[in-house]
């Protein structure tokens, strides 16, 4: 029993993470029709920035200093690379963001070579107890943020003008643009935000038990994508229940792995991609997605 709380623990802190960047995509997706598969570089980029600057100005200033780097880099793909693309097909803008991706990842890459890259987090390798269960600080802390950033984001949406606009700007753009909305300043902030968020989750992902930032961390983006498809990419609620689905689902196979060695050793990391596909069978748009209607 405590081997299964402590593994359901885990999952549920992975899965928070997870959902962070699975929100990026989501808030991309809704505003402008765009799945960015840069986001594992942009995930990148930010932490690879705040394990660079943290013993000079400290880890809280890092942090934000790789946030903003994450959502400034994310911006400029917008501004340089989507916006002149905007009437192209979604295919093409998916296509180019796979372009940036590999440009982007490769150099970071290079940059870090074959060491691992430490990001100063204050509470280290630290553990957190309960009961007979030890769970990382880090995975904790993680989970405790990522409840608050989402929390914030629901409300956002429910109850202020900003999300009744984006709302509004991804149920019809030309409508909306039409009473007043401007269509243009929520995909920028879509663009911005989700460069921040997969930040947020970079620099947890590269925390303990992790032990610390590598150019594999940046494929987790690939697991969050999973996640926002199998809760639907038009759903906020969708990415909060993706997330943890497949940090669980991810979790119990990695867990119970010698149980399971009848499916091969690291069978945990197909494990998202699995639920994911199973989930899409039976519901095309995803769990909380909207299904398109057409007139025949």
Known sequence: MTRLLSIVLTGLSTGSIY?????????????????????????????????????????????????????????????????PMRDAAPVALAIMTIGVDIVLGTELSRRMGPDIVVLGHPWGGAAVRLGEVAVPANRV????????????????????????????????????????????????????????????????LAGSPTPGLSPAVGVVALRALSAAILGGLDSTTGALVGGLIVGVAESLAAGYQDELAVFGRGSGEVVPYIVMIAVLLVRPAGLFGTRAAGRV
Do not use: C
């Not at 890092?62 to 793909?77: C, H």
């Open 141 to 204: 802390v993680a989970l405790g943020v990522a409840a608050l950033i989402i929390a914030a984001f629901l409300l956002a949406f429910r109850f202020t003008g900003w999300g009744v606009a984006m709302r509004a700007a991804a149920e019809d753009p030309e409508a909306a643009a039409l009473v007043g909305v401007r269509v243009r300043r929520v995909v920028t902030t879509s663009w911005l935000l989700a460069g921040g968020l997969a930040v947020v989750a970079g620099i947890f």
């Open 19 to 83: 959902a962070l960047v699975a929100l990026g995509f989501v808030l991309l997706y809704k505003a402008a029709g765009v799945v960015n598969f840069a986001h594992g570089s942009l995930l990148l980029l930010g932490a690879y920035v705040t394990a660079r600057t943290w013993e000079t100005v400290g880890f809280p200033a890092a942090a934000a200093l790789g946030v903003l780097t994450g959502a400034g880099a994310a911006l400029v793909i917008q501004r340089l690379l989507a916006d």
